[in-house]
């Protein structure tokens, strides 16, 4: 079982920046594609932006330019840094890792970190 702890966090203004971390209890850590995803209220999970075992990027149109996702496989975690922010990016960031291509049952979840970006 891999755990994964979100955080970073918070209330900030709109324009802002923010940086998430997301640190895996997996020592296995670099073999995980792993991504952001963000759910806000009302509305589905949608992916923000994934990084492979390669470090191959991909993000979703709505953060492209403005949010890059990185990983320090020699920590065990995985980055998400939030520029110019905006009140549409309210949600909860959720942080996931994905080994389903090694075997069924290897995807984890964290438990979530709250962004508000408001005035």
């Known amino acids: 079982q891999v755990q994964l702890v979100e955080s970073g966090g918070g209330l900030v203004q709109p324009g802002g920046s923010l940086r998430l971390s997301c640190a895996a209890s997996?020592?296995?850590?670099?073999?995980?594609?792993m991504g952001w995803y963000r759910q806000a209220p009302g509305k589905q999970r949608e992916l923000v932006a994934a990084i492979t075992s390669g470090g191959n990027t991909n993000y979703a149109d709505f953060v492209k330019g403005r949010f890059t996702i990185f990983r320090d496989n020699a920590k065990n975690t995985v980055y998400l840094q939030m520029n110019s922010l905006n009140p549409e990016d309210t949600a909860v960031y959720y942080c996931?890792?994905?080994?389903?291509?090694?075997?069924?049952?290897?995807?984890?979840w964290g438990q979530g970190t709250l962004v508000f970006v408001s005035e």
């Open positions: 997996e020592s296995r850590f670099s073999i995980y594609t």
């Open positions: 996931n890792a994905d080994g389903s291509k090694y075997g069924p049952g290897l995807e984890y």
